[in-house]
Structure formats: structure tokens, C-alpha cells
């Protein structure tokens, strides 16, 4: 399925891990669990050891997963093995996909990250006037490019975003870190707005920590809600707790179902 | 450097969407700044009368007679604060200030930038904080004395190795969260652009000076520049003004550690001169190996990575890297008290001992040296080293 397919019927619930934390075993099963819980798409962190400002929740999930020996060919691995019909996104920094393999630039990951079955790819620190390599790359091998809009993105930037996007676009509704919150942004409903003539689906995440947040997202105008704090907590609060990976797993799923119920109540009613 | 902020293909901007379009706008004000003669004014004239420039170059006679050279030093340790951090920290300390903002934010490895940003906050009445690792809270505690007195809140960086470079990536989330209000006043030629280029403009005042004075004092240019390099600022300031002296050699002292091949270092530069580099802290640069651990008994240049115009200046050859021991910037910072009656900073200790090494080698007749700080900040550790505390009987 394609990812743009993941946002056409319904809101889309778009959930985030970093695999392999905190372990690769169980971190297979709590992806398989977001799936079960009704994820339409995943965003799948390739953990990197020099995350540039992410806020302290993922940066300690991806020092599990390195800690607990993620690298980018057991990354390929997991995503060969990981048993979900959805669509896997890629989630990583630039100088991964950069420094991989024999190619100079992107070509090498992103040919293994399609051989795997990634669909798509999520680069936070990739400059959208750097983009071109990575946008070959991936009309190459079939794969999506996703973009992240931000509050303060603008100008000649959104427009060559708008140029090499698909997917879907990832809006950041507020500013600030990965971190979530307890209240959903007023920023919502003006970052859609200035992206209203994009022809992708647009997924608004940083911040999404209920089905409540959920529900008002998506009455404001967007096509699916990308959750990743709210989640990695769990992940991380059962293991400080040493609780089993399936009880874990089995709160992930409540949580994931919760949240795309949430989306849904907010979609609007077919007349 | 080319207009997007890259030197050879290393720098470049590579950060989190909300930071782009800030960084955009900083570098737009910063292209601004230095095209206004009202922004050099008062920038002259807070360096000449807050900062007290120009500071002198002095002959250092017994070493020169020692090492059978001319052994120059540029006194930046007498520049206000004991170290070269202020040229950096007062230029974007008013850029800032002419932004509109109303906070900066600093990391911090030795306390000498934190210390210059603090400053600088009280001076221009900016509301200061200051990330610095809880390893270099305990090493460096006089710094942090100093910091909280000028009303800056010293915020301690406890993830990691609990170093500088923690502190950096603290501040970049701080900055995140907080752009509207608060400027990141990076204390290295490091990290995203436009930070090495406004750094390097803002401290290039030292390699201009020298130059001059150097003349004067000695007739000529010298052969070889030396500095310490840990992001590289106070290096790429004395380097800047030479750049196009075919005949001065351009040296960095890094921080050796307790040597390459120990794998505890802080060298990028000589430990990976072969390597195509990597992005680090939003810029392309070389960074030390994965399995190197971070280390100098300096805490101003334990930084894993390097400012990315010292990775183009090593790859085209103009400028020559070397690891300095802890052992051998040790001896030179007991040298260097001993036959001059200076104390030097930890730092630019190391970059004593390369000119001594090429004293030794016999390659150049002149030498000049950055003496980028005082040592006071490392009387604690010194006392240790070198068993300075007197015992009872
Ligand atoms: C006295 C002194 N010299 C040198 C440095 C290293 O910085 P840079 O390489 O940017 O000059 C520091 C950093 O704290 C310092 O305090």
C-alpha cells in the first residue's frame, strides 16, 4: 500500500517508535501492537547516536535501542522481520542514510531501505535545499519523501518543499521538541492553512498525547494525527518498571486504539 | 566559503525544521551588521573600552633562547574576562540585541564563554543562561562563581559524558523551544551556519592585530602561526588574517589527550585526516571515532567535533593539525610560568607546546602563539598536578 493510500479513507493515526527500543525483540512486538491497535502508516526511527534537538523522551529511547545494538543493517533486518500490513516509514538523520554503503550520497540506503520494504523517508535535518540527492534516490526505488513544516517555515523554503514532497507532509504544530503535551495548539489550525493548496495529505504531530487532542486535531482541518512521545513513554515506563513486553505491548495497542478512535470521532460526518 | 556556508563542502546548516528559518533570519541580520558602520563603532568601541584592546604581542625572550627561535605571543588572556571569548560574545551579544532579543543562551566547556556570554548579559541588560556539563561544573567551579555573580543562571548538563558537547546539544533544544525570544550565542566556530562565519568574523580582530604588532616588533611576518583548536574560534580568528601569507605556516594544537593512540582524545582533525567527515551538531566537520572517548585535561577543547573551516583548512593543506598530550600541554603551562611569568589557560597550553615542538624541529625561525587565556580557572587542577598545596609537618 501506498503511503498516500494510508490518509484515503479515513484520518489516518500515524504512530512513532524508535526500533529496537529498548530491546530488538520487544521492540518488534510493540510495533506489531500500534499495527494491531489500528495504525495506518509507521513512522520507524533508525535510532542515530547524535540526534540534533530532539527532546530528552526520544533521545533516552534512542540510547536504549543503541545501547541494545541497533545499527542501520539490524534496522533493515527489523524491518524485513516486523509482521504489519502497513506502510513503514523511515525516520532518521541525514548522515546515516549519507554515510551507508558504498555509494557517495543517499543511493546505497535508500535502495537496502527498499529492498527491506520501507516506503518512505522522515529527515529532520535535512535541509529542503539539499534535498535533491535523497528525492533521486527515492523516485529511484519507488519511495515517498516526506517533509516536516514547522511554524516558523517559510518562503522560498515551503515552496520547495511543496516542489519535492510526497507522501504526506508532516505539520509540527507548535514549536518545541518532541515532548508531549497537555494542550493541543492553537498553532494547528494556522500551519494547515498556509499549506491548503499542498496536494498530499497533511499528518499534524509534536504534541498529541490523547484521543481528545486527536479528535480536536483533525476537526481542525488535518488528515491524520503522527503521535510519538505519548507512546515512547509507555515503552519507556515499562521498562524502568520491568514490566513484561506484553503487557507493554498490550498498552501500546489500547493507546494506538484510543488515539485512532479519537481521530475518527473528529473526522467529519458523511452526509 | 561559499554563500550557503560551506568551506570545501564541510559546514553547510543541517537542523531541525523550526530552526531554519530563525538561522535564515540571523544570518540575513548578521550580513546586515557588518555592511553598518554604526554596528562597527559600537562594536570597536565596547572592545577597545569594555574589552580593552588591542591587546599587546609580547617577545618571549627566555624561551626564545631556549628553543633557539622567536617565540612571539598574542596576550589575549589580557583581554577582559582572561580570554579571547569576549571578541565573539559582545558581536553577537549586540546583534542580538538589535534582533530584539531578550534572552541568550550559551554552552560551555571551561566556563571562559560562559563567563564572556554572562557578561555580556549584564552589560546589555540580557536575561543569561548558561548550559555546562557537571563534569566541567566540578573542574572548572571557579567559572561557574563567576557566572552566577554577573546574574547568569548555570544550568547543569548531566546526559552523556557530561561535557561540552552535551552542553551544545542542550542549548539546541533550549533553542528550539525558545527562538522567538532568545538568541543561541554559540561560543566556537562551530555548528550550523551562519555560527562559524559570525564567529570567525568577530574574532578575526585577534589575527589582525597580531599581524600588525608582529611587524612592528619584529620587522616581519612571522613564519609559523600557532593555536589551540577545540571548536576552533580563537584559531580561525589568528588564522583569518595570514590566510593569504604564503610563507606563514598555520598550525592548530588539538587536544591530544593521553594520546592518539590511547583512544582517549579530543582530536578529530588527526585522528580521521582521511575520513570524508560526518554532520555533527548541524554542520558537516570531522568528528572523533565512535570508539575514541571524549578527553583533555582541558575542558575548553574536549569537544568531539571541530568547526568546519579547520576541516577545509586541513584538506587543502593550508593548515597543519597536530595532537598535543595532556602530558606535554602539562609541562609547557609549567614551562611557560616559569620562564615568562605567565600563567596560561589549560587551552593554549597545548598550543605552547606545539610551538616549542617546532621549535625543536627547526623548520621556522618566528613563531607566533594565540595566548587565548589566563590559567586562573585551573589553579584547582594545577594545584593537583603538580602537588602545589603545601603539607603541614
Ligand atoms: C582559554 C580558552 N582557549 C581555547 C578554548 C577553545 O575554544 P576555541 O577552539 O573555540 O578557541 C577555550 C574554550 O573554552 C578557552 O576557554
Known amino acids: 500500500m501506498s503511503l498516500e493510500a494510508a490518509f484515503a479513507d479515513e484520518p489516518a493515526f500515524v504512530p512513532y517508535l524508535a526500533a529496537g527500543d529498548p530491546s530488538y525483540e520487544a521492540s518488534i512486538e510493540y510495533v506489531e501492537a500500534l499495527a494491531r491497535g489500528g495504525a495506518d502508516a509507521i513512522e520507524l526511527g533508525l535510532p542515530f547516536s547524535e540526534p540534533i534537538a530532539e527532546g530528552t523522551t526520544i533521545q533516552e529511547a534512542i540510547v536504549r535501542a543503541l545501547d541494545a545494538g541497533m545499527t542501520p543493517d539490524r534496522y533493515l533486518e527489523f524491518v524485513r522481520e516486523v509482521d504489519v500490513d502497513v506502510p513503514l516509514v523511515c525516520m532518521t538523520y541525514y548522515n546515516l542514510i549519507y554515510q551507508y554503503g558504498e555509494s557517495d550520497g543517499p543511493r546505497s540506503f535508500v535502495e537496502a531501505a527498499a529492498e527491506a520494504g520501507i516506503e518512505g ?9 539539499e534535498a535533491g540527492p535523497l528525492r533521486a534516490a527515492c523516485d529511484e526505488f519507488g519511495l515517498d519523501l516526506v517533509f516536516i513544516v514547522a511554524p516558523t517555515t517559510e518562503g522560498d523554503r515551503l515552496e520547495t518543499m511543496k516542489e519535492q514532497v510526497s507522501g504526506y507532509v508532516y505539520v509540527q504544530a507548535r514549536l518545541g521538541t518532541t515532548g508531549a503535551r497537555d494542550e493541543v495548539s492553537d498553532y494547528t489550525e494556522r500551519s494547515l492553512a498556509r499549506i491548503a493548496d499542498w496536494d498530499v495529505p497533511k499528518a499534524v504531530g509534536f504534541g498529541i498525547k490523547t484521543g481528545d487532542h486527536a479528535e480536536r486535531i483533525v476537526r481542525a482541518g488535518a488528515d491524520g494525527i503522527i503521535v510519538g512521545s505519548a507512546l515512547v513513554d509507555i515503552v519507556a515506563e515499562g521498562y524502568e518498571n520491568g ?17 485512532k478512535e479519537g481521530a475518527l470521532a473528529g473526522a467529519p460526518v458523511e452526509q | 566559503m561559499a554563500s550557503d556556508g560551506t568551506y570545501a563542502g564541510y559546514g553547510g546548516r543541517h537542523v531541525p525544521e523550526p530552526l531554519e528559518e530563525p538561522l535564515a533570519q540571523l544570518a540575513a541580520g548578521f550580513e546586515e551588521a557588518i555592511e553598518s558602520e554604526q ?48 571578541n565573539n560574545t559582545l558581536g553577537q551579544g549586540l546583534l542580538a540585541k538589535q534582533a530584539g532579543k531578550e534572552r541568550l543562551i550559551a554552552e560551555t566547556g571551561a566556563g571562559q564563554h560562559g563567563t564572556a556570554t554572562a557578561m555580556v548579559g549584564a552589560l546589555l541588560d540580557l536575561d543569561t543562561t548558561v548550559y555546562m556539563g557537571r563534569k566541567d561544573i566540578q573542574r572548572q567551579e571557579m567559572n561557574v562563581f563567576r557566572m552566577r555573580l554577573l546574574g547568569a543562571e548555570v544550568r547543569s548538563v548531566t546526559r552523556g559524558n557530561e561535557g561540552l558537547a552535551e552542553a551544545v546539544d542542550a542549548a539546541l533544544e533550549d533553542l528550539v523551544e525558545n527562538v522567538d525570544d532568545t538568541h543561541y550565542l554559540v561560543g566556537s566556530a562551530v555548528g550550523p551556519d551562519p555560527f562559524p562565519r559570525m564567529v570567525r568574523e568577530f574574532q578575526s580582530v585577534i589575527g589582525k592585530e597580531a599581524r600588525e604588532q608582529i611587524q612592528e616588533l619584529h620587522g616581519d611576518l612571522p613564519d609559523a602561526c600557532v593555536a589551540c583548536v577545540g571548536g576552533g574560534s580563537n584559531s580561525i580568528g589568528l588564522f583569518d588574517a595570514f590566510r593569504d601569507d604564503e610563507d606563514v605556516a ?7 589527550g593521553k594520546g592518539l593512540s590511547s583512544g582517549k582524545h579530543s582530536a578529530p582533525l588527526s585522528e580521521n585526516e582521511d575520513s570524508e567527515g560526518e554532520i555533527y551538531q548541524g554542520a558537516k566537520t570531522k568528528v572523533i571515532d565512535d570508539d575514541t572517548e571524549n578527553h583533555s585535561v582541558s575542558a575548553g577543547l574536549d569537544y568531539p567535533g571541530v568547526g568546519p573551516e579547520h576541516a577545509a583548512l586541513q584538506e587543502t593543506g593550508r593548515a ?15 614551562e611557560l610560568s616559569e620562564s615568562e611569568g605567565i ?16 621549535a625543536e624541529e627547526d623548520e621556522h625561525d618566528t613563531i607566533l602563539v594565540n595566548l587565548c587565556g589566563r590559567g586562573d580557572k585551573d589553579m584547582r587542577s594545577a594545584a593537583e598536578q603538580f602537588d602545589l598545596t603545601p603539607t603541614s609537618e
Open chain 2, 39 to 86: 554596528f562597527w563603532e559600537e562594536f570597536e568601541h565596547l572592545l577597545e573600552h569594555y574589552g580593552g584592546r588591542p591587546t599587546p604581542v609580547f617577545y618571549a625572550e627566555t624561551l626564545s633562547e631556549r628553543y633557539d627561535a622567536d617565540i612571539y605571543f598574542k596576550h589575549e588572556d589580557l583581554l577582559h574576562g582572561g580570554a579571547h571569548k569576549l
Open chain 2, 320 to 334: 597543519e593539525y597536530r595532537a598535543i598530550t595532556d602530558e606535554e600541554a602539562l609541562a609547557a603551562f609549567r
Open chain 2, 343 to 358: 600563567i596560561p589557560a589549560f587551552e593554549p597550553s597545548h598550543a605552547i607546546a606545539l610551538a616549542i615542538q617546532l
Open chain 2, 250 to 256: 598555520l598550525y592548530g594544537a588539538e587536544p591530544g
Open chain 1, 243 to 259: 514490566d513484561s513486553t506484553e503487557v507493554v505491548a498490550d498498552r501500546l495497542e489500547a493507546k494506538a486504539r484510543e488515539l
Open chain 1, 121 to 129: 523517508f522522515v529527515v529532520p535535518d535535512l535541509p529542503a535545499e
